[in-house]
């Protein structure tokens, strides 16, 4: 009986056994040395352009003159399936911060004060640290649009909440009803809250990223991500598009890493068991969800070019600007009023994977545009449209993702 495997099957090169690896470029458009990390996806369509010019010289011959190289950009797309920390570099990348995971806030000495309807923060639920009645600026780290932790052991309470405002960073103020799972308790001395997210910055990052195919790597140098969308659907996996504009690819036999990091093995996020809902200025929508759709986008970006050198000399990163589509059954008017009157504020959605661990995404300061709800034919349920665009707050900050961890 043969045994072994039949060798010379293949026509060219395979998906499977073709890993593409990333690393944040330390100088621009310089591939880093150091560990690279495997990309978890599904697709990328990473290619060069290079753009050209064929003058219009008069030749003896009724032919075109000879095709010159004027300059080259590369551009294309990962794409993939959520999962939990699998594209939190690029998620950072495309709102110019890094995470940042604060340990548990606990005023010792002292103690917190849960007020569900707070009179000196517009009857708002309020945490406020204290000690011996004064007030301890403990909150100064915690970012408006905080989606954190609270936790209490003692009392059985673990609940997340969102933060809609602070006070001096002594209180944070949540919307109506949010810590109404925690009643009219005394918080124990151990009462904490964790936050772990980001929140849209000033930081410019850059990546290198290599795909090893006949035993060389093509190199992608100099890529900013230009956008993100993510996509949760009914029906769907939820996905995620990456999309990038880089300076220049090279094709090398040089490995300049010393390790490749293994591709995340987090599950896979589902819109079921692992779907949290959608928050609209603090209002769950009446009607069951159909879709959610978050554009993460840099307006104005571009590439600085110039003589001598082929690919860009420098990048513009532009300025973030961000927008949900929520598509949900119709059946009252809450959100077309809200659009009516202009309303503004926080709108949110969440999801996570079967291990507990998740995302939760938030507009800190959104505005309807555009509600629709069309009769599309007979038999059929009403579905409402509604864009929402995100506006900075008056203090800074479009939007933020916070990380989910499990209970």
């Not at 998620?91 to 002292?110: E, M, N, Q, R, W």
Request: with cysteine; hydrophobic share 35%.
């Amino acid at each position: 009986m043969a045994t072994g495997a039949t060798t010379g099957y293949a026509a060219g090169e395979q998906t499977n056994t073709s890993p593409v690896d990333y690393a944040q470029e330390v100088t621009y458009n310089t591939p880093p040395g150091g560990a690279y990390q495997r990309i978890r996806m599904t697709g990328e369509s990473l290619a060069a352009q290079d753009s050209t010019s064929a003058p219009d010289e008069i030749n003896a011959l009724p032919e075109a003159a000879e095709t010159v190289l004027t300059g080259r950009s590369t551009s294309g797309s990962l794409n993939g399936v959520l999962s939990y920390g699998t594209y939190d570099d690029f998620l950072a990348g495309i709102l110019g911060a890094d995470f940042v995971s604060l340990a548990a806030i606990t005023p010792s000495p002292g103690k917190f004060t849960v007020q569900q309807a707070d009179p000196g923060n517009g009857n708002l639920p309020t945490i406020w640290a204290s000690n011996a009645g004064t007030s301890l600026s403990v909150f100064g780290s915690v970012p408006v649009g905080a989606y954190v932790r609270i936790l209490d052991a003692a009392n059985n309470i673990d609940l997340y909440a969102v933060v809609i405002g602070k006070n001096a960073s002594s209180t944070l103020i949540f919307p109506a009803g949010a810590l109404s799972a925690i009643g009219a308790i005394s918080p124990s001395a151990t009462m904490s809250i964790i936050y772990n997210g980001v929140t849209n910055g000033g930081l410019g990052k850059t990546y290198t990223i290599r795909k090893k195919l006949a035993g060389q790597w093509q190199v992608f140098s100099g890529l900013m991500v230009n956008q993100v969308q993510i996509q949760l659907q009914k029906g769907q996996v939820p996905t995620v598009q990456i999309d990038f504009i880089g300076s220049d690819m090279t094709i090398t036999t040089v490995d300049v890493s010393s390790a490749v990091n293994a591709a995340t093995k987090s599950p896979l996020m589902d819109v079921v068991g692992g779907f949290l809902g959608c928050s609209v200025f603090g209002n769950t929508p009446a009607g069951c969800i159909q879709s959610a759709t978050i554009t993460l986008a840099r307006d104005g970006s571009g590439q600085d070019t110039g003589m001598g050198h082929v690919g860009a000399c420098g990048i513009q990163f532009g300025a973030l600007k961000a927008s949900m589509d929520i598509e949900y059954f119709f059946k009252d008017y809450t959100d077309f009023l809200a659009w009516q009157s202009g309303k503004k504020g926080q709108v949110s959605v969440g999801i996570r994977g079967s291990d507990g661990y998740g995302y939760q995404f938030t507009l800190l300061n959104g505005r309807i545009f555009n509600p629709k709800n069309p009769i599309s034919g007979k038999n059929s349920t009403i579905v409402t449209t509604i864009s929402v665009t995100g506006n900075p707050l008056p203090t800074g900050g479009t939007f933020a993702i916070t990380r989910i961890t499990p209970s």
